[in-house]
């Protein structure tokens, strides 16, 4: 009788414990963006609630996805550590940075590439024709000052233009604005702001009018393709939810495939998603336009860690990027 009491008491904890790891994983995801067509991907999942299909697929359930559209990357990675967001979208300084400060404790890496859109230094001064004549008065639009993309980009490109030591020579002038908000002052035509910094659609809405032109592109102070955008989380997220983590990429490929498959259906989502009021002809254009790739391959994380070891802003660089700060699904 003790035997089979204590074979019972053993069916009985594997059972407890199978069910534990079912009940482990979370029904709710929380999953952010920020503003223009380089989170079409993510708009695509939301519309046709694929994260929801493939949740379910993968035996999970009902699952609740709520998304939020963020200024920068600054704020989303406060939101990764305080644990109020699962999936966050960042640049490539927004990923090094959450990474080298979580390195051993909430350990953020990449989970995926996003996409590769060139970013562009728009102006509206006819006397600026190079970054040597920028004014104490004139001010940089960007999505956050010293820590965004656009940001670290304009550095590179005054370490080329002033000298290495001259890297944050123009920093003082930059100024946190989102893209909608910098569009508008540039469109306007009045008040410091002389140039903006910032993705698609806005650099090209803005060099539609008159008097606005572009001076670089991030293709050129890079020397090629570099990932606007890669999808990061933390290891303790991945770790506790392997299903949910993975029904996420699956429809991120998910989504990827359809816009590169009917760039006409995901415009449409981007217009309804964002309240664009773009005719849905220019957002095909601005999808296909030269160096534009919806891809979930990583590109130029190795030149972006490289260049802010050498300026200071990353103490720890990784001896081997890749298997460092991307899990391994990224590779």
Not at 105 to 127: E, F, H, T
Request: contains cysteine.
């Amino acid at each position: 009788m003790a035997h089979i009491r204590l074979k019972a008491l053993v069916a009985s904890a594997a059972l407890v414990l199978s069910t534990a790891s079912g009940w482990a994983e979370a029904n709710k995801l929380r999953v952010a963006k920020q503003y223009g067509l380089g989170y079409l991907q993510f708009m695509v999942m939301e519309d046709q609630k694929l994260i929801e299909k493939n949740a379910k697929a993968a035996g999970l359930g009902d699952v609740t996805v709520d998304w939020g559209t963020f200024r920068s990357s600054d704020v989303m990675n406060d939101a990764l550590i305080s644990r109020n967001l699962d999936f966050a979208c960042l640049g490539l300084p927004g990923l090094i940075t959450i990474w080298s400060k979580t390195r051993g404790n909430y350990d953020v890496r990449g989970a995926s590439g996003l996409n590769v859109l060139p970013l562009i230094l728009n102006v509206r001064d006819p006397a600026i024709q190079s970054l040597k004549d920028f004014k104490d008065e004139h001010r940089i639009a960007l999505p956050a000052v010293k820590v965004s993309m656009q940001a670290i980009i304009l550095q590179m490109a005054a370490a080329k233009e002033f000298g290495d030591a001259n890297f944050q020579k123009l920093d003082h002038l930059t100024v946190s604005l989102a893209h909608p908000d910098a569009t508008a002052m540039m469109l306007a035509g009045k008040g410091e702001v002389v140039a903006n910094f910032s993705s698609s659609p806005f650099q090209y809405r803005q060099q539609k009018q008159p008097g606005i032109r572009q001076m670089f592109t991030s293709e050129e102070v890079l020397g090629g393709p570099v990932s606007f955008n890669m999808v990061a989380t933390t290891a303790k997220f991945r770790d506790e939810n392997p299903k949910l983590y993975k029904s996420f990429l699956s429809a991120l490929q998910e989504a990827t495939d359809f816009i590169n498959k009917d760039k006409g259906a995901a415009a449409e989502i981007y217009l309804k998603l964002s309240s664009d009021k773009t005719p849905k002809e220019e957002i095909v254009e601005l999808m296909s336009k030269p160096g534009v790739r919806f891809t979930t391959e990583p590109f130029g994380l190795d030149k972006f860690a490289e260049f802010m070891a050498k300026t200071g802003s990353l103490k720890n660089p990784p001896k081997d990027w890749r298997a460092e700060m991307l899990f391994p699904e990224a590779k």
